[in-house]
């Protein structure tokens, strides 16, 4: 079974919205986390304005790590109502996402990786579909902009299995879904 692991970047006050404030964060140490992430998966599973944005920029791109290449030849999956025309090895999940999500989950291969889709992540979680959050914190306080948990965000006790710290003062903190109590 795969699993879904939502990949996000984020400000200490919660903001996901444009993270051009994660820039100074990023140093070879992330960028090493981040090959690592994306070659673990096999699929990409976004919301529709990562992947509007995704789209605009890493058609284009190229490294000499890979990277760029694993992003643009990788299927992705679009959680859309409004899209009609897949491009970039897209397709679009239109109806019951969750559902999708769910067929995705029960075949065989890597990790459902979603970048960003912040609305994406609170329905997954909402439904119980993913199995690892891992929020890229970084030491910024934005003070407006959308935050990736709102007051309608389903409430979810998750456990801490993992932290990563970079020397520029960023974290990856993983969360995965708590054991009910008992278990």
């Known amino acids: 079974m ?12 919660g903001v996901v919205e444009n993270p051009a404030w994660s820039a100074p964060f990023f140093n070879d140490e992330a ?7 994306l070659f673990a998966a096999d699929a990409l599973l976004l919301g529709r304005v990562t992947y509007q944005g995704f789209i605009q920029a890493w058609p284009s791109m190229t490294d000499e790590d890979g990277f760029a290449e694993k ?7 679009v959680a859309t109502t409004t899209l009609d025309t897949p491009e970039w090895n897209a397709t ?14 029960q075949q065989a291969g890597g990790d459902l990786l979603v970048y960003g889709s912040g609305d994406l992540i609170n329905t997954l979680l909402e439904h119980d579909l993913i199995d690892e959050l891992r929020l890229w914190t ?3 306080v934005e003070g ?8 309608s965000s389903p409430k979810k006790t998750l456990q801490l299995i993992g932290t990563t710290t970079f020397s520029t003062g960023a974290q990856v903190l993983a969360y995965a879904p708590a054991a009910p109590a008992g278990r």
Do not use: C, W
């Open 2 to 13: 795969r699993k879904v692991i939502a990949s996000v970047y984020i400000t200490l006050d």
């Open 31 to 37: 960028a090493k986390f981040a090959r690592a992430q």
């Open 71 to 77: 992003m643009n030849s990788m299927p992705k999956y």
């Open 92 to 105: 679009f999940l239109a109806d019951d996402v969750p559902a999708a999500v769910t067929e995705l989950k």
């Open 138 to 140: 970084h030491p910024v």
């Open 144 to 151: 407006t902009g959308k935050r990736l948990f709102s007051e």
